[in-house]
Nanobody, 123 residues
Framework: VQLVESGGGLVQPGGSLKLSCAAS????????MSWYRQALGKQRELVAV???????TYGDFVKGRFTASRDDAKHTGYLQMNSLKPEDTAVYYC??????????????????WGQGTEVTVSS
């Protein structure tokens, strides 16, 4: 299973970006998809979590600006980020708890991580 993030880039304060996290491989089901970020010199922090039933949780700093969603048919998660601030500048990572096929009949559940996509908010 691989996760590939996309959608990062340079945006002005107040702007928007939509990140994508596409999972590929022998996937039976994706349980939880999570977004984290890590700014330079800081610890990685949780941005958002979306569960299989579309229940969402966000970091306190999000304050209604970000929305996590998913398209299970495409094995893809999304993070819509609005009203971006310079302090949102970071590398954003997605993580997915994936139930993947192992062999013909068996499955295994593992957490996978993407490679990260850089978001820079600057004028």
């Amino acid at each position: 299973v691989q996760l590939v993030e996309s959608g990062g880039g340079l945006v002005q304060p107040g702007g928007s970006l939509k990140l994508s996290c596409a999972a590929s491989g022998r996937i039976f089901r994706i349980n939880r998809m999570s977004w984290y970020r890590q700014a330079l010199g800081k610890q990685r922090e949780l941005v958002a979590v979306i569960t299989q039933d579309d229940s969402t949780t966000y970091g306190d700093f999000v304050k209604g600006r970000f929305t996590a969603s998913r398209d299970d048919a495409k094995h893809t998660g999304y993070l819509q980020m609005n009203s971006l601030k310079p302090e949102d500048t970071a590398v954003y990572y997605c993580s997915a708890n994936v139930v993947a096929y192992v062999g013909v009949f068996n499955t295994d559940t593992t957490d996978y991580w993407g490679q990260g996509t850089e978001v820079t908010v600057s004028s």
